[in-house]
């Protein structure tokens, strides 16, 4: 251990109190601690404030004055006798202070200044520990950052896309219009157009949709709503809304459920979305056959589990490409991506959800014979901490 330096005549009878002190000071490599008189002339300097401030014991301790850690502009401005002043007058001074090392380097330290006082409670001096903050100061600065440029780009995003929709569903909505002839007789090659064009725009507002429900994710703003839901009920209502797509390219769409209702504690839209997106996926990526949609209640290692199915007679998914499934913009069958379009984003959201209500989303396939995805809800599911926490306020 470096040899201690203070001037024994500032303390009197309490040098065996102070000798006792500094030991334990003495050992602290982290904090810089530094003891001084009334003047703010050093009369203690420990390791740490040699480590922090570059000065070397015999440079500092009854030679020096504690404003040559301050800055030249703080020093002009009187700040080291303010802040000695304001730890005797409140019993103790606290904040962050930019310091400077013998080098002439600059750093961001929190400082506490103490002041000392003899047995009579007269004061003596001061008791000044400091810490360097400069990366916690940094991280500070870049993360404020980083939230002002998300609410940005959320606002960005809420701005963009009601601009966007409100001209895409009237491109959609008269493009409809047309499809059904109400004005008058199409030619084979403007059908044919018009639905490239009511497609292209479908596919525009659904990557708008994702992108938008991808940010509110990410940014913990999904609001649940736990509730005693039954299944079979969302089945009829996913049904409702997708079989047309299905039977328009010539497939069986089928679903079973038990004769008992089966009731999950769960957000309904939630699930109805993931839902909607592995079906969506299952009818796109599925060419002939059938799709099979199926609930069911089942047993695992002890829990009770209610599994809803949706199995496709599909082109299936190679082993090579099923690790990178659920990855946002990922598009496993890229190498044909003319004939699926798609964002990339649905199953990558639908495990997003599926984690905020606590469930799971199981798949198996088999290239050219088809897969199954499958939503596994527990009977008493372990929430995230956004989604218990959203849960609530909802």
């Known amino acids: 251990m470096r040899a201690r330096l203070f001037d024994s005549s500032v303390f009197g009878t309490l040098q065996e109190a102070m000798d006792f002190v500094t030991n334990i000071l003495e050992s602290s490599t982290e904090c810089s601690i530094i003891g001084e008189d009334l003047d703010g002339d050093i009369i203690?300097?420990?390791?740490?404030?040699?480590?922090?401030?570059?000065?070397?014991?015999?440079?500092?301790?009854g030679k020096a004055n504690s404003a040559i850690l301050?800055?030249?502009?703080?020093?002009?401005?009187?700040?080291?006798?303010?802040?000695l002043q304001a730890a005797l007058r409140d019993g103790k001074w606290e904040g962050t202070l930019r310091r400077c090392r013998r080098s002439g380097e600059r750093f961001t330290a929190r400082v506490v200044i103490t002041p000392r006082r003899d047995p009579s409670g007269r004061p003596i001096g001061f008791l000044l520990i400091s810490k360097d903050i400069t990366e916690q100061?940094?991280?500070?600065?870049?993360?404020?950052?980083?939230?002002?440029?998300?609410?940005?780009?959320?606002?960005?995003?809420?701005?963009?896309?009601?601009?966007?929709?409100?001209?895409?569903?009237?491109?959609?909505?008269?493009?409809?219009?047309?499809?059904?002839?109400?004005?008058?007789?199409?030619?084979?090659?403007?059908?044919k157009q018009l639905k490239t064009i009511q497609s292209s725009g479908r596919h525009l507002l659904s990557l708008i949709n994702d992108l938008l429900d991808l940010t509110k994710i990410e940014a913990g703003k999904v609001k649940l709503n736990f509730e005693p839901v039954a299944c079979q009920s969302v089945l009829e209502e996913v049904t409702a809304v997708l079989r047309p797509f299905a039977e328009a390219k010539g497939l069986k769409f089928d679903v079973k459920?038990?004769?008992?209702?089966?009731?999950?504690?769960?957000?309904?839209?939630?699930?109805?979305?993931?839902?909607?997106?592995?079906?969506?996926?299952?009818?796109?990526?599925?060419?002939?056959?059938?799709?099979?949609?199926?609930?069911?209640?089942?047993?695992?290692?002890?829990?009770?589990?209610?599994?809803?199915?949706?199995?496709?007679?599909?082109?299936?998914?190679?082993?090579?490409?099923?690790?990178?499934?659920?990855?946002?913009?990922?598009?496993?069958?890229?190498?044909?991506?003319?004939?699926?379009?798609?964002?990339?984003?649905?199953?990558?959201?639908?495990?997003?959800l599926a984690t905020l209500l606590g469930a799971d989303i199981a798949f198996q396939s088999h290239p050219g014979k088809g897969s199954t995805f499958s939503l596994v809800i527990?009977?008493?599911?372990?929430?995230s901490d956004s989604g218990h926490a959203e849960s609530q306020r909802a």
């Open 44 to 61: 203690l300097w420990s390791e740490g404030a040699r480590r922090l401030y570059g000065y070397e014991p015999e440079e500092v301790v």
């Open 137 to 191: 100061a940094r991280l500070q600065i870049q993360l404020a950052d980083l939230e002002n440029a998300t609410l940005t780009k959320d606002r960005f995003l809420a701005h963009l896309s009601h601009e966007l929709r409100t001209p895409l569903n009237a491109i959609i909505g008269f493009t409809g219009t047309l499809l059904m002839k109400i004005a008058g007789p199409l030619t084979p090659n403007q059908e």
């Open 257 to 352: 459920v038990p004769e008992e209702n089966l009731v999950v504690p769960t957000d309904r839209r939630a699930v109805e979305q993931i839902l909607i997106n592995l079906t969506s996926n299952a009818i796109k990526f599925t060419e002939r056959g059938e799709i099979c949609l199926e609930v069911a209640r089942r047993q695992h290692n002890g829990r009770h589990l209610t599994e809803i199915s949706v199995t496709d007679t599909g082109i299936g998914i190679r082993p090579e490409d099923q690790t990178k499934l659920f990855q946002a913009f990922e598009q496993v069958h890229a190498q044909i991506p003319r004939h699926y379009e798609g964002t990339g984003l649905g199953l990558h959201l639908s495990q997003k």
């Open 378 to 383: 527990p009977e008493k599911p372990e929430l």
């Open 70 to 83: 301050h800055t030249p502009e703080d020093v002009a401005a009187g700040k080291p006798g303010d802040l």
